[in-house]
């Protein structure tokens, strides 16, 4: 059997080396002529824990060559991005563009199978172009979608463990398409059809996107309440069927922040919930940047002089290095442009910035006048509480003395 996949990033990467370290051949495609020559070295391109290895013996053994054309395979997956275009629409053209490089190599019994997060009626729209161009193809190829859910971080564990919702576009096409994730998948596979495949990535994400909105909106209330949330949340998750998750400085990364528009750009009548859900979080955003530039200028009023200001964490949540739809960085950029002031930026995770000047977090910590948390990072949770700056504690590093979502002193 030969698995082709189209787009060898965050997430086709991993998944082509994991099918190449069980032993079957991959062709893995795509346009970045370094990612191509990167992985050819038995090289990554991306951060992800224990990948390297797997790439570079699968590489060795034989299993795996990158390549920026397709070949004809057995199996052909499409793991690209969907980003938006205008406002909030989503844009499927990379899922066409990689659809239509494949359609002179499709011959009949091959596999065809989009993992990339995708609007409701994308395969079927996929197959229906397959088969306008290659008529004859109609009935001999299996189509399904298979959206991934694997979280960054924990991507190989997750690839292999993490149940399976597959949809085909007939029952033959589920069934074929569950016989190639069974090769490495040891979770359940769940098949459906490609409509409800496609909702259920989209419903997953805006889930979780609903319930950081409640608890980013107890956060704001909270803040007016003179009420700690972090305590709030710990007392009322002690309810048996209460389990709310945690306020931020704002809700970012591809998936999370994006995914939701593709439910409510189709259905914006229906999905009050999630279209709100999607402002509170962004507005969080707003929110901190005010916050801090308010500190700025009381503190100017009240000492004469400009604050030093640090900047803790630019990541889209804790642990990482991935900067993508990043909240923190949003807010560093708006609190930088508008107020002149000394500032320091704090990044542990990657060692330099295109744009920003890093700052160590212990030296930006000691120096700063007023100190915002943005992101959670491990590091922060060792420093000592400060009495004599003003902290603004987005992220809740110091949950037990905060006695509001933010809180202001000296
Ligand atoms: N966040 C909070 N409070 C929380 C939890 C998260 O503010 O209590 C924030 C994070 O700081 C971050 C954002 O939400 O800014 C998203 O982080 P995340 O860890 O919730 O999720 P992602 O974006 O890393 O990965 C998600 C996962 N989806 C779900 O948990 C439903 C993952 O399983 C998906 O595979 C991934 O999206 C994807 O690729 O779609």
């Given at each position: 059997?030969?698995?082709?996949?189209?787009?060898?990033?965050?997430?086709?990467?991993?998944?082509?080396?994991?099918?190449?370290?069980?032993?079957?051949?991959?062709?893995?495609?795509?346009?970045?002529?370094?990612?191509?020559?990167?992985?050819?070295?038995?090289?990554?391109?991306?951060?992800?824990?224990?990948?390297?290895?797997?790439?570079?013996?699968?590489?060795?053994?034989?299993?795996?060559?990158?390549?920026?054309?397709?070949?004809?395979?057995d199996?052909?997956?499409?793991?690209?991005?969907?980003?938006?275009?205008?406002?909030?629409e989503?844009?499927?053209?990379?899922?066409?563009?990689?659809?239509r490089?494949?359609?002179?190599?499709?011959?009949?019994?091959?596999?065809?199978?989009?993992?990339?997060?995708?609007?409701?009626?994308?395969?079927?729209?996929?197959?229906?172009?397959?088969?306008?161009?290659?008529p004859?193809?109609?009935?001999?190829?299996?189509?399904?979608?298979?959206?991934?859910?694997?979280?960054?971080?924990?991507?190989?564990?997750?690839l292999?463990?993490?149940?399976?919702?597959?949809?085909?576009?007939?029952?033959?096409?589920?069934?074929?398409?569950?016989?190639?994730?069974?090769?490495?998948?040891q979770?359940?596979?769940?098949?459906?059809?490609?409509?409800?495949?496609?909702?259920?990535?989209?419903?997953?994400?805006?889930?979780?996107?609903?319930?950081?909105?409640?608890?980013?909106?107890?956060?704001?209330?909270?803040?007016?309440?003179?009420?700690n949330?972090?305590?709030?949340?710990?007392?009322?998750?002690?309810?048996?069927?209460?389990?709310?998750?945690?306020?931020?400085?704002?809700?970012?990364?591809?998936?999370?922040?994006?995914?939701?528009?593709?439910?409510?750009?189709?259905?914006?009548?229906?999905?009050?919930?999630?279209?709100?859900?999607?402002?509170?979080?962004?507005?969080?955003?707003?929110?901190?940047?005010?916050?801090i530039?308010?500190?700025?200028?009381?503190?100017?009023?009240?000492?004469?002089?400009?604050?030093?200001?640090?900047?803790?964490?630019?990541?889209?949540?804790?642990?990482?290095?991935?900067?993508?739809?990043?909240?923190?960085?949003?807010?560093?950029?708006?609190?930088?442009?508008?107020?002149?002031?000394?500032?320091?930026?704090?990044?542990?995770?990657?060692?330099?910035?295109?744009?920003?000047?890093?700052?160590?977090?212990r030296?930006?910590?000691?120096?700063?006048?007023?100190?915002?948390?943005?992101?959670?990072?491990?590091?922060?949770?060792?420093?000592?509480?400060?009495?004599?700056?003003?902290?603004?504690?987005?992220?809740?590093?110091?949950?037990?003395?905060?006695?509001?979502?933010?809180?202001?002193?000296?």
């Open positions: 059997m030969l698995v082709q996949f189209i787009g060898l990033g965050y997430i086709g990467l991993p998944t082509a080396a994991v099918v190449a370290f069980k032993g079957v051949q991959v062709h893995g495609v795509d346009i970045n002529p370094r990612v191509v020559e990167c992985i050819n070295k038995g090289e990554i391109h991306i951060v992800e824990p224990g990948l390297g290895s797997i790439v570079k013996e699968s590489v060795n053994a034989g299993y795996f060559n990158a390549s920026l054309t397709p070949i004809e395979a199996v052909h997956l499409v793991v690209v991005p969907t980003p938006f275009q205008g406002v909030h989503p844009d499927v053209s990379y899922v066409e563009d990689a659809t490089t494949l359609l002179p190599l499709l011959k009949p019994s091959d596999t065809f199978i989009i993992e990339s997060t995708s609007p409701v009626g994308t395969t079927e729209q996929m197959a229906a172009l397959i088969f306008r161009e290659r004859e193809l109609e009935g001999e190829i299996f189509v399904a979608y298979c959206p991934e859910r694997v979280l960054p971080g924990n991507v190989l564990h997750e292999v463990h993490n149940d399976r919702v597959i949809g085909g576009l007939d029952e033959d096409s589920t069934e074929r398409a569950m016989e190639f994730y069974r090769l490495f998948v979770g359940e596979l769940y098949g459906t059809n490609a409509r409800t495949a496609e909702m259920c990535k989209l419903t997953e994400n805006s889930s979780r996107d609903v319930q950081i909105a409640f608890a980013n909106e107890l956060s704001l209330i909270c803040d007016r309440a003179d009420i949330v972090w305590e709030l949340i710990t007392l009322a998750n002690r309810h048996p069927r209460v389990n709310i998750l945690q306020p931020g400085s704002g809700v970012g990364g591809h998936c999370i922040a994006v995914d939701p528009w593709f439910i409510v750009s189709d259905y914006p009548r229906e999905s009050r919930l999630i279209n709100t859900a999607r402002e509170i979080n962004n507005y969080k955003a707003f929110w901190c940047a005010e916050k530039k308010n500190a700025i200028l009381e503190f100017r009023l009240k000492h004469g002089r400009q604050p030093v200001v640090s900047l803790m964490g630019l990541a889209f949540k804790p642990d990482i290095d991935d900067l993508r739809e990043s909240p923190a960085r949003y807010i560093a950029q708006k609190v930088m442009q508008r107020e002149q002031g000394d500032y320091l930026v704090v990044e542990p995770n990657i060692d330099s910035h295109g744009v920003y000047r890093l700052t160590d977090y030296e930006a910590y000691q120096r700063a006048d007023i100190v915002a948390f943005l992101v959670a990072h491990r590091e922060f949770k060792s420093l000592e509480w400060r009495e004599d700056a003003v902290l603004l504690d987005f992220a809740g590093i110091f949950k037990r003395q905060a006695v509001q979502g933010f809180m202001s002193h000296a």
